[in-house]
Nanobody, 123 residues
């Protein structure tokens, strides 16, 4: 089971990025999927999650209205569209998969993790 995140990079404040996470070795469609992030010296925090069929989404309060999670089950891929980026969004972003929708914004609910992609927001 592998998750490969990509799409990070350096962006100016107010800019946008779209992160992708491709699953291999398993069918992502059957799993709740989420994005989390971790900044230097801080704990890993939830960004957003989406249910197995995509019918439900949840966002941590800091990201509502700016970030959008989606999935393309045909491509076995999870996405995170990030708009209006701020310097405080600088972090390593991780994708993850969980077997159910139970407490989907809790990192402990997730069994499978990608390696992370660095997002840096700076002028």
């Amino acid at each position: 089971f592998q998750l490969q995140a990509s799409g990070g990079g350096l962006v100016q404040p107010g800019g946008s990025l779209r992160l992708s996470c491709v699953a291999s070795g398993f069918t992502l469609e059957y799993y709740t999927s989420g994005w989390f992030r971790q900044a230097p010296g801080k704990e890993r925090e939830a960004v957003s999650c989406i249910s197995a069929r995509g019918g439900r989404t949840a966002y941590a309060d800091s990201f509502k209205g700016r970030f959008t999670i989606s999935r393309d089950n045909a491509k076995n891929t999870l996405y995170l569209q990030m708009n209006s980026l701020k310097p405080e969004d600088t972090a390593v972003y991780f994708c993850a998969a969980a077997p159910s929708w139970h407490q989907p914004l809790d990192p402990r609910a997730y069994n499978y993790w990608g390696q992370g992609t660095q997002v840096t927001v700076s002028s």
